[in-house]
């Protein structure tokens, strides 16, 4: 049995090059990425019925240029790749430097090596089989998962990382599963070279044993640095050499992509001798906001989110997602954002956008197995976005729409004004009109059809000065009806659109009830109408028929006529405060504005 490195040739004669899809995938950020694919890897290989969290550790080690396997076939594949890739024809600039880089490491005595350990894991099952199991899925397939059912991976290209941080392109593989099985292989992705023979080669190599590319399965021939003598899995990163400090960059990471877990104490973490668990992971978040508060603010406001009693809990039963739970925190500061993750794993990406005076931060977890496989589907390689369109059910997208209805909804229970403060104003009464007949003027403006322009961002519970939406056929402050761009017989005043007013208003959902409030400040003594439109999530505003409204102040409950999207007139002797209820034919739960036109 031949133990050694060896390149596949191209039978076909292709020339594969530096630039490899999957790596170039990671190539941003390679410690953040690092530290997600081997936390997610590691939590997906828990021991089942085992006790205690999974364990992950990383050292970094220095091991002299002879005991690192393959290392001289290597060097001699760096060299012959070296002189091909610099002939006229192919000279690659990219490709040379890594090559230059990689032919100098291998000269020194000494090789940077990090060693990543995982335990209370099953290992790496079934080395001894061909085409499937979690042995081949790492070391051998290409653009595919093998790791089954509920498991974070989808692609099958999360595991580039490792080749992302080696100057070598060379990463070794040695684990003791839980059924007793050990093995060793180290897999090489560098780019096709001339070999021995004169034929080209493919751009990846495998150590171990020479005929037909298998790992070594007796731990006797397995490098006595490079075994992995507990159930687990080990990977060595030849040629790490990263820039800065690798291990605050690594804790950092795993802080913010997996404070769930370390809560919760399912993944322990030690970065040579510090650790990360349950036991300082708060310390850990609030060192790192201390330190750099612009970078990791957020990841102090989720994690309060999570772990803070006075948080509001929310829980939910979908048909496809299963059991959710969403945990919001209210907090002044916090950019009103939500960290998603499925299950207790990786947290996936940041749900922004809401609107909403409520300064905020929100943790939400899919606790369904099946709602997370579903969820997985949805899932780029790099596992940072839901994108409907990568799944084959047609409803995806409806199911994504309905969740974020949810958060939404949720987050509007977050508004502090409840049925118990509608404008206890003392004194209120004397803005409103003595008698309800005077409330609304019988020459009712006709409708004024959709408004199309994109509105100011004017949220729920939002008090500000809005500009006027714009309304198909009328313009801001002008008066008149108008019908393919010309105007109709000049009307009295109260029956024109009026002009639009800058006035402080709010809007907001009522909690617990289908209704939706409105107040804003009347500005003086007259005549006043209010259009009001949807605000989408693209800022544009759509017209919605408010359905039975009240004037829920001084004389409450008096109803009030509608035209299309419009409320009143309504007439005023004086200034001052009124609040507006009415209903919507929606079930999801929608961000409004309005306009303030006076006659």
Request: glycine share 10%; net charge positive; with cysteine.
């Amino acid at each position: 049995m031949k133990i050694g490195l060896r390149f596949d040739k191209s039978s076909a004669g292709q020339v594969e090059g530096i630039n490899d899809a999957g790596i170039e995938t990671f190539a941003g950020d390679h410690l953040g990425s690092l530290a997600r694919e081997q936390g997610q890897n590691s939590l997906d290989a828990k021991k089942p019925n085992a006790t205690g969290p999974v364990e992950v550790s990383y050292h970094l080690l220095q091991i002299k240029n002879a005991d690192v396997p393959g290392a001289n076939e290597l060097a001699k594949a760096v060299r012959s790749a070296e002189t091909f890739w610099s002939e006229d024809g192919r000279h690659d600039d990219k490709t040379l430097q890594i090559l230059k880089r990689a032919k100098g490491m291998l000269k020194e005595s000494s090789i940077p090596v990090l060693r990543i350990a995982d335990r209370n894991t099953t290992g790496l099952r079934g080395s001894g089989q061909v085409l499937k199991g979690d042995w081949f899925s790492l070391t051998k397939a290409a653009g595919v998962s093998l790791k089954g059912k509920g498991k974070g991976g989808s692609y099958g290209i999360g595991k580039n990382v490792f080749w992302l941080n080696s100057k070598l392109r060379s990463v070794y593989f040695a684990t003791k599963d839980m059924d007793g099985l050990a093995a060793f292989q180290g897999v090489v992705k560098l780019v096709s070279h001339p070999m021995d023979d004169g034929e080209i080669s493919r751009a990846v190599g495998f150590y171990g044993e020479v005929e037909g590319f298998k790992p070594i399965l007796k731990v006797a021939g397995i490098p006595v640095a490079f075994r992995c003598d507990e159930e687990g899995t080990n990977i060595f990163i030849a040629g790490f050499d990263p820039e800065g400090d690798w291990k605050d960059a690594l804790r950092a990471a795993f802080a913010e992509n997996f404070f769930v877990a370390l809560h919760t104490d399912l993944l322990r973490v030690s970065i040579e001798k510090t650790e990360i668990s349950s036991a300082n992971i708060a310390q850990v978040v609030e060192d790192l906001a201390k330190r750099l508060p612009d970078k990791y603010s957020d990841l102090k406001n989720y994690f309060d989110a999570l772990t803070a009693p006075e948080a509001k809990e929310f829980e939910h039963q979908f048909p496809k997602l299963g059991k959710v739970r969403l945990r919001l925190l209210v907090r002044d500061g916090a950019k009103k954002r939500i960290a998603m993750f499925r299950g207790t794993g990786m947290r996936i990406f940041e749900r922004k956008n809401f609107r909403t005076p409520v300064e905020f931060a929100g943790v939400f977890q899919c606790q369904d197995d099946k709602g997370n496989e579903y969820l997985r589907k949805l899932e780029p390689p790099s596992h940072n976005a839901w994108e409907p369109e990568r799944s084959d059910d047609p409803e995806a997208a409806t199911v994504i729409d309905v969740l974020y209805g949810w958060l939404r909804q949720c987050v509007s229970e977050l508004n502090p004004f409840t049925m118990q403060d509608r404008l206890e104003v003392p004194g209120l009464e004397k803005y409103l009109p003595d008698d309800s007949d005077e409330i609304f003027d019988s020459n009712a403006a006709k409708g004024e059809g959709d408004p199309k322009a994109a509105a100011p961002k004017v949220l729920e519970g939002k008090t500000r000065l809005p500009r006027a939406p714009q309304v198909p056929g009328t313009e801001p402050g002008g008066g008149g009806e108008h019908k393919g761009g010309k105007s109709t017989k000049k009307k009295k005043k109260s029956e024109t659109d009026g002009k639009a007013v800058d006035t402080d208003f709010r809007i907001f959902k009522v909690p617990d009830s289908k209704s939706y409030a409105m107040r804003f400040r009347v500005p003086n003594r007259g005549v006043f109408s209010i259009t009001l439109a949807s605000v989408g999530d693209d800022g544009r505003a759509e017209s919605v028929l408010p359905l039975k409204p009240e004037l829920f102040a001084g004389k409450k409950g008096e109803k009030l006529k509608t035209s299309g999207s419009k409320i009143g007139p309504l007439k005023f002797r004086k200034a001052g405060l009124v609040e507006l209820r009415f209903g919507l034919d929606s079930v999801v739960p929608l961000s409004l504005t309005a306009r303030v036109n006076e006659h």
